[in-house]
T-cell receptor, first 113, second 116 residues
Framework: SQKIEQNSEALNIQEGKTATLTCNYT??????LQWYRQDPGRGPVFLLL?????KEKRKERLKVTFDTTLKQSLFHITASQPADSATYLC????????????FGAGTRLAVHP | DTGVSQNPRHKITKRGQNVTFRCDPI?????LYWYRQTLGQGPEFLTY????????KSRLLSDRFSAERPKGSFSTLEIQRTEQGDSAMYLC??????????????FGDGTRLSIL
């Protein structure tokens, strides 16, 4: 069956450390993968998109990698801050067409001062 | 760019009642999506519009659900004869459309539906 899996348990880290979140997928061959941030009671907010021919993408303190052989994406936040505490969702488009997204369940990140 | 707007933010209703939600996408966006999200889960795709045409509807969506996007602008999602299992956050998103599909989606803050 097709699945997108993210760390189900919350990730707790100390301020200033690097947070690494994992997204694994099975039985999909996505042309790209997206990461979103979601705060409680709010809609998801787009962070980064990485294509299958890109190994790595960066934006400020964020870095995403995409390994189509391992069927895995890693999302890194360097020099983490308490304001980074949120749920992070990975999503892919199974059709590669009109951007219908399939989401993972998300990983909750808590950054402690 | 005022963002995607959804109304109401919260809706509490009794089982068996009909409810309707509204979504106003970003004005120049052609594509509009509806998702449903329950606690601890990611958003789940419900349906998609390209302008006023509804191009896909999830098989998970029962006949009690209907969505429209008249004139290709705002959209409404109606649930008839609500059931307990319909309690969820209903999210709307939009994207520019055209060309490649790999475009970010812009989400509203959702309508939280609670069925008593």
């Amino acid at each position: 069956s097709q699945k997108i899996e993210q760390n189900s348990e919350a990730l707790n880290i100390q301020e200033g450390k690097t947070a690494t979140l994992t997204c694994n997928y099975t039985n999909y061959s996505p042309a790209y993968l997206q990461w979103y941030r979601q705060d409680p009671g709010r809609g998801p907010v787009f962070l980064l998109l990485i294509r299958e021919n890109e190994k790595e993408k960066r934006k400020e303190r964020l870095k995403v990698t995409f390994d189509t052989t391992l069927k895995q994406s890693l999302f890194h936040i360097t020099a983490s801050q308490p304001a980074d505490s949120a749920t992070y969702l990975c999503a892919l488009d199974p059709s590669g067409g009109y951007n219908k997204l399939i989401f993972g369940a998300g990983t909750r990140l808590a950054v402690h001062p | 760019d005022t963002g995607v707007s959804q109304n109401p933010r919260h809706k509490i209703t009794k089982r068996g009642q009909n409810v309707t939600f509204r979504c106003d996408p970003i004005s120049e966006h052609n594509r509009l999506y509806w998702y449903r999200q329950t606690l601890g889960q990611g958003p789940e795709f419900l349906t998609y519009f390209q302008n006023e045409a509804q191009l896909e509807k999830s098989r998970l969506l029962s006949d009690r659900f209907s969505a429209e996007r008249p004139k290709g602008s705002f959209s409404t999602l109606e649930i008839q004869r609500t059931e307990q299992g319909d309690s969820a956050m209903y999210l709307c998103a939009s994207s520019p459309g055209g060309g490649r599909g790999d475009q970010p989606q812009h989400f509203g803050d959702g309508t939280r539906l609670s069925i008593l």
